[in-house]
């Protein structure tokens, strides 16, 4: 049970029932899909008449569309319903240290186009840089009016409330708006998240929805760093100050409260770059003195 | 915080030699290259460990580079997890490995955009 919070609520209105009920549906008909109204109405325990309305609105927001009419023994024969994912288009962002990667795809992820360069970390070049290539990117594919928005995953913490990236190592942003200055450049609406948790979003939603994806679940990623990502009931754990799961600053032994990274390097001798605190991999883990 | 500097990893000498490389070099039998992939082994464990036991989550889904070695890794990590995790159902957490296809990151930007249209509208 969640307690209610007298200082950020929201009070129901005449249309709050009518709202819950189509999310519910939209969620049982991408699971499902293609699932007939009849069908539907059986999963969610309501009438085919409510259904329809629910269905009607759903097609008219243009998050669902009717496809092939099947075959039945008897009746009317019925029209199956889909999620619309494949004419509904994203530009997704990954910023690494090595290269910028920039796709185009739709919203099941499944990827149309995908360019990479190397990284720019002059953040006033960056946006501008990065706002041409995506405004190119949309013209060679002629999407121009049907790209949705722009989803930024960078190695860092980022605020979700401000869109502001708090401190991301690698790249050497500390306090850095892309959010806002993205979306000014572009015109199109910008999300930027850690890239651990954006994993965890993509495992959630993006996955086969008969996949049976639990509530409960974290998405560990290790490459040239860790990105941590953690759901618990169905949904992101931030924490307060938006850095809950940051992996690097666990102790990883009893009693070694800090962890260095020793970086290991071939042809030649193991090199020691003490430099940023349990990033995993090439690499040997030094205690040291806490600070 | 000063671990967290934020020039640090920017300023550090970057190697061309790549976690792939790695894994490369500890099959093939270098032993400087298996220690270094099992110490990360053991240190991945002990960090689900420790994550296994402030959220107990369902499972855990393990990607990136490091899922192509599962098969040198995995004893290692099992081990390190049951080390830490605080009760035997813990320690069998499920692991799910196999998220090695390089675009992870991008289809979890695109679920920034995507996934909000799907979401439970808040209440209350």
New interface residues.
């Given amino acids: 049970m969640r307690k209610i919070n007298t200082r950020d609520f929201r009070v129901a209105t005449r249309t709050t029932s009518r709202d819950i009920n189509r999310r519910i549906a939209l969620n049982v008909i991408r699971e499902h899909q293609p699932i007939s109204r009849a069908d539907l109405a059986r999963h969610l325990s309501i009438t085919r008449g409510v259904v329809s309305t629910l269905v009607q609105e759903l097609i008219d927001q243009g998050v669902i569309y009717e496809g092939a009419t099947g075959e039945t023994a008897r009746g009317r024969k019925p029209t199956f319903l889909h999620i619309r994912t494949r004419d509904r288009l994203a530009i997704a962002v990954d910023v690494r240290f090595s290269k910028t990667y920039v796709m185009l795809c739709d919203f099941s992820g499944r990827q149309l186009a995908l360019e990479a360069h190397d990284t720019i970390f002059e953040v006033t070049e960056f946006i501008r840089d990065l706002s041409l290539r995506i405004r190119r990117m949309m013209k060679t594919h002629g999407v121009k009016n049907t790209c949705e928005g722009i989803g930024v995953v960078v190695p860092g913490m980022v605020d979700q409330r401000t869109g502001l990236i708090l401190n991301a190592p690698a790249l050497g942003w500390r306090g850095v708006d892309i959010r806002d200055k993205l979306a000014a450049a572009t015109g199109l609406p910008v999300q930027i998240e850690n890239s651990g948790r954006a994993c965890s979003l993509a495992q959630l939603w993006l996955e086969r929805a008969d996949a049976s994806v639990p509530d409960s679940f974290v998405f560990i990623s290790v490459s040239d760093g860790v990105g941590v990502g953690m759901v618990a009931n169905g949904e992101l754990v931030r924490g307060h100050d938006h850095i809950a799961g940051e992996f690097r600053t666990h102790a990883a032994e009893p009693g070694r409260p800090t962890m260095h990274v020793r970086r290991f390097r071939l042809l030649g001798s193991i090199h020691i770059k003490p430099r940023y605190p349990l990033a995993l991999f090439w690499v040997e883990f030094v205690p040291t003195q806490s600070k | 915080m ?9 300023d ?4 061309s ?3 792939l ?2 894994i490369a ?1 500890a099959r093939g039998g270098d032993a ?2 298996i ?2 992939i099992q ?2 082994a053991r ?2 464990g ?3 460990g ?3 036991n402030i ?13 192509t070695a599962w098969d040198l890794i995995e004893g290692t990590v099992r081990q390190a997890l049951a080390e830490r995790a605080l009760t035997e159902n813990a320690a069998r957490t499920p692991l799910h490995v196999g ?1 090695t296809q390089e ?13 909000p ?8």
Avoid at chain 2, 12 to 15: K, L, T
Avoid at chain 2, 107 to 113: N, S, T, Y
Avoid at chain 2, 117 to 124: K, N, Y
């Fill in positions: 000063s671990q967290l500097n934020p020039n640090s990893l920017r550090a000498e970057q190697s030699f790549t976690v490389d790695l070099r400087k290259a220690a270094a110490a990360t240190f991945l002990l960090g689900l420790t994550i296994v959220i107990n989550p369902d499972c855990i889904y393990l990607a990136g580079e490091i899922a998220v675009s992870f990151r991008l289809r979890g930007a695109a679920a920034l955009i995507a996934a249209s799907f979401a439970a509208p808040r209440v209350a």
